[in-house]
């Protein structure tokens, strides 16, 4: 934390914040002292550029998507508020507040349906695989897996995968486990 | 020995008359052997058992009696060892195979607890006629024969995913659990004792020392009965693991105390600095076993990189290294239990990458055969074990064991998952804790244990293994029939039937990219960001070495999709061929909602598929051991699939905006009507959508081409599959190493 003034937590914003994403008080002035020092430009917003500057994200498949993910439509910049809002979809879920909004089921889908139609085509799907699997795969190999995934997850026949076939799919990996980080609790 | 030993008797060739007569003498001639052995002999006449002199070696008669030629004789002591063995042997698994044609029986009672009283009745017997109970449960024989098998099943198919998401969990379990139990039962046992002094003076005697050896032995959960007992009810994963994974780990925090104990109360004291050592003890006991396992994993995998030529004995690599590895650390004092599960799940993926399908159906069988039948004979044994006693009954002391190991395991579980729970995501409900404390289980490796204990050392020993096997047979017979009941009164989870999906591969592979990246934004060096090195490790390094040719490259999804796609060919044959291609169904990959064909139809393919069943049989030679005739359709099945690619990509080389023709699986998404198999193979011209089938655009030559790939491919699918059946479908093998 630096001796900008401007840029300072406040403490009524940690509590704004607090009642919005649910997170505590201790948990948010680490994430913030992260954010503080993830942003280089130090104009109390990240950009692009300053995720991309963490070395591991920059060797994970899904790493740009990631990223994309703390952008709200068309934006550049992304100030603590935004970074804390995704954040929270990864908060493990008390059973009492399930909050659909922020279910990390939201993101991940997300992260597969780029053009936000609700669906995930084979197309979208084809581009997923194709950055987890990398090089040595075959098109048509990949395409037959997307098929297959597909088939296999729609229900009502329209080709694609949509929110709730997805969500059905995560059940049986029983995702509320999975889709939560420890640290954030 | 000068009697049959070396003679080959042509046993296979006795149907025929002269067959027959050949072994007739085969058996005169060995029983003559044996009356020559025995040396009350008449003379040898050499001369005239010339054409038998290679099992005559000497001629030891060496007295002039004469007795009258014996045409038969016995001599049991000669194959007494082996032959009562195989008796053993022969009886659990006829027990075995009882207990299943008595439906009802099997579904009440645990096959455990049958076992036991056919033990019980087996010792009894032996004892009523008169003959000295070999003392069978001996803890060499237990410890180096019997738990070996059981255990390496366990780790080789070890889930793995659920394993390490709950480690902590099970750690906690396993270590701190057990120290409490021991401590508590031995320190309130003492005390009782104490308490005693008054009256019966056999408990007097008792110091601090013996009651927490004692407390060590009986406080361990004991990984045989909670496979035997866990695999009948079926319950979810996550308590599965949980006590199975308890009971495993539990060994190395049993074997430092036992020995801890054993040691000092000779002297009768334990120093803090003892105390201090015991722990030091406890973690190179169990890094230790860990550590001997995994390096003998690795050899294995190793080794198995190079058995291309050699399919025979690769399952042989297998046993052989985790045998090894048991008993390198049994000899060290380190955790053998711990060594044999490390070893097992670090050879696992690359041994699998590397072996042929054939070997893979005979490690999982052999496992499974010898870790069956060792359950049956260690429960057995612990009938006959107690029937031969010796026995030493001594009310206050059982019972106050008894109740004290049920209160000792609730107050353990009850306390810990309140901690656990605060470091969990997903939490443990009460209906958990109780099945994981009701789980608790003791069973033969407390006994033995017991039983090894030295009669002079421990004046107390027949007491003490009066009352471990007395908490046994309640835990086995109890615990054992109640959980059924009280699982399906609890309506507790059970476990999932479904198979897993690619759908669900996928998809836990996504998340497990989105939430290590998640970790990395938040700078947090969490679970995941470690899974995730660990695994980068793994491929970029440790798979290169120990996986052979291309396999080493392929990357995890595609495994996993390949080995699906093969489940589902040789399903297919399995379930006799006529099996329609479901279009956008959710689960194509269990083939349990299938609709059934019509009755013509189905004799039509059945008639088919025997034609060429019957042709697959003659064209395999049944092969001598020495040499496996190159199966071209057994080994390099993805081989096979890159060549043909090869192949047809060279073909279309000319043409380079044609998309070559490649098939990957039998289960293309269909056209809305559903396409029959042997329909697939006959008709050549399919309507345009295939759904896999990519044809270049161009004129009729190509189509032909793909039928004959596609028929070529199918039968080679089937060939394959009629000649070696596979695994049955298990989700044990679904499971990639760190997915």
Redesign the interface.
């Given at each position: 934390m630096g001796s900008r003034a401007s840029t300072l937590l406040r403490e009524e914003e940690i509590e704004e914040i607090k009642k919005e994403t649910g997170f505590s008080h201790s948990q948010i002035t680490r994430?913030y002292s992260?954010f503080t020092?993830?942003d280089k430009g130090e104009n109390g917003t990240l950009s692009r550029e300053d995720?991309q500057r963490?070395p591991?994200?920059a060797?994970?498949?899904?790493?740009d998507r990631?990223i994309n993910a703390f952008f709200p439509e068309g934006e550049d910049q992304v100030n603590f508020r935004g970074f804390m809002r995704t954040?929270a979809h990864?908060r493990?879920i008390e059973d009492n507040e399930k909050n659909k909004n922020y279910s990390g089921d939201f993101?991940?889908f997300r992260?597969?349906d780029l053009d936000r139609d609700d669906k995930i085509s084979r197309d979208e799907l084809l581009q997923?695989?194709r950055m987890?699997?990398?090089v040595?795969?075959?098109d048509?190999?990949l395409?037959?897996?997307a098929?297959?995934?597909i088939?296999?997850?729609?229900?009502n026949?329209d080709n694609s995968i949509s929110f709730n076939e997805f969500i059905k799919?995560?059940e049986?990996?029983d995702?509320?486990?999975?889709?939560?980080?420890?640290?954030?609790? | 020995m000068p009697t049959g030993s070396g003679w080959l008797s042509p046993a296979g060739s006795g149907r025929s008359l002269p067959g027959r007569g050949l072994l007739l003498l085969t058996v005169l001639v060995l029983l003559e052997g044996t009356v020559f052995r025995l040396g009350a002999a008449s003379t040898p006449d050499v001369s005239g058992h010339d054409t038998k002199d290679h099992h005559k070696a000497t001629a030891i008669g060496h007295n002039s009696t004469k007795k009258a030629f014996p045409v038969l004789d016995l001599d049991y002591g000669h194959i007494q060892t082996p032959f009562e063995i195989s008796l053993w042997v022969l009886l659990a698994s006829l027990m075995k195979l009882g207990f299943h044609l008595i439906p009802r029986l099997s579904g009440i009672v645990p096959e455990s607890c049958l076992l036991i009283v056919v033990g019980l009745l087996v010792g009894g017997l032996i004892k009523i006629a008169g003959e000295k109970v070999p003392p069978v449960l001996d803890s060499r024989l237990f410890f180096l024969c019997l738990l070996p098998p059981i255990i390496l099943d366990a780790g080789y198919f070890l889930p793995i995913r659920p394993f390490m998401e709950n480690l902590g969990t099970i750690l906690i379990f396993a270590v701190v659990g057990t120290l409490w139990n021991a401590f508590f039962i031995g320190g309130l046992l003492y005390a009782v004792c104490q308490i005693q002094t008054g009256n019966s003076s056999e408990l007097n005697g008792l110091g601090l020392l013996p009651c927490l050896l004692f407390g060590s032995i009986i406080s361990a959960v004991d990984p045989v009965a909670v496979l035997a007992v866990f695999e009948e009810i079926h319950i979810n994963e996550l308590l599965h693991i949980l006590v199975f994974g308890e009971s495993l780990l539990n060994d190395a925090v049993t074997v430092v105390l036992y020995h801890l104990f054993e040691e000092y109360s000779g002297v009768g004291t334990v120093t803090v600095m003892d105390g201090f050592l015991g722990i030091i003890s406890f973690l190179v006991v169990a890094l230790g076993g860990v550590l001997v396992g995994a390096i003998y994993g690795i050899l294995a995998a190793f080794t198995s990189r190079f058995t291309s030529h050699t399919r025979v004995i690769e399952p042989l690599f297998v046993f052989v290294y985790s045998y090894i590895a048991y008993l390198s650390a049994e000899m060290f004092h380190l955790s053998g239990i711990m060594a044999l599960i490390a070893c097992g799940a670090v050879m696992r993926p690359y041994v699998e990458a590397n072996i042929s399908h054939k070997s893979h159906t005979t490690i999982k069988y052999f496992l499974k055969m010898w870790s069956s039948v060792s359950e049956t004979l260690i429960f057995i044994f612990l009938g006959v074990a107690t029937v031969d006693g010796p026995h030493f009954w001594n009310w206050t002391f059982v019972t106050v064991t008894v109740i004290l190991c049920l209160v000792a395991r609730v107050i353990g579980v009850v306390g810990l998952t309140y901690i656990i729970n605060k470091f969990r995501i997903v939490k443990l409900t009460t209906k958990d804790q109780f099945i994981i404390a009701y789980g608790g289980l003791r069973g033969a490796i407390a006994f033995s244990l017991g039983f090894l204990l030295k009669e002079d050392h421990f004046p107390e020993r027949n007491m003490f293994l009066t009352a471990i096997i007395t908490v046994i047979f309640f835990t086995v017979f109890v615990q054992g029939m109640t959980i059924k009941p009280l699982v399906e009164l609890l309506a507790v989870k059970k476990k999932q039937e479904a198979k897993r999906s690619i759908n669900e591969e996928i998809h836990t592979q996504f998340l497990d990219h989105l939430l290590t990246g998640i970790e990395d934004i938040c700078g947090h060096y969490g679970h995941h960001h470690w899974k995730d090195k660990l695994n980068r490790f793994n491929k970029k390094y440790v798979k290169k070495c120990l996986i052979a040719g291309e396999r080493s490259k392929e990357p995890q999804l595609i495994a996993f999709y390949h080995k699906m796609e093969m489940k589902q060919a040789i399903q297919l044959v399995e379930s006799g061929g006529g099996v329609k291609m479901p279009s956008a169904m959710p689960s194509t990959v269990s083939m349990q909602a299938l609709p059934q064909l019509p009755k013509g139809r189905e004799e039509e393919i059945r008639k088919i598929l025997r034609s060429n069943l019957q042709r697959t049989r003659q064209r395999l030679h049944s092969y001598n051991r020495h040499t496996l005739v190159a199966d071209p359709y057994e080994d390099g099945f993805d081989k096979f699939i890159l060549k043909k690619q090869k192949i047809i990509e060279l073909e279309n080389k000319p043409d380079s905006d044609s998309v070559p023709i490649i098939q990957v699986d039998l289960a293309s998404p269909q056209s809305p009507d559903t396409v029959n198999v042997m329909d697939e193979f006959r008709r050549a011209d399919q309507e345009e959508n295939q759904g896999l089938m990519m044809r270049c655009p161009r004129g009729p030559s190509e189509p032909k081409k793909s039928e004959d790939t596609e028929g070529a491919r199918d039968q080679q699918k089937l060939m394959r599959c009629l000649s070696d059946p596979g695994p049955s479908a298990d989700e044990d093998e679904d499971e990639p190493f760190l997915p």
């Open positions: 994430l992260r020092s993830l995720f963490i591991e994200l060797i994970n498949p899904l790493g990631i954040l990864f493990p993101i991940a992260l597969y997923v695989l987890m699997v990398g040595n795969i075959s048509e190999q395409g037959s897996i098929d297959r995934t088939q296999e997850a729609d229900t026949g799919v995560l049986k990996v995702v509320e486990q999975k889709m939560s980080i420890r640290f954030l609790h | -």
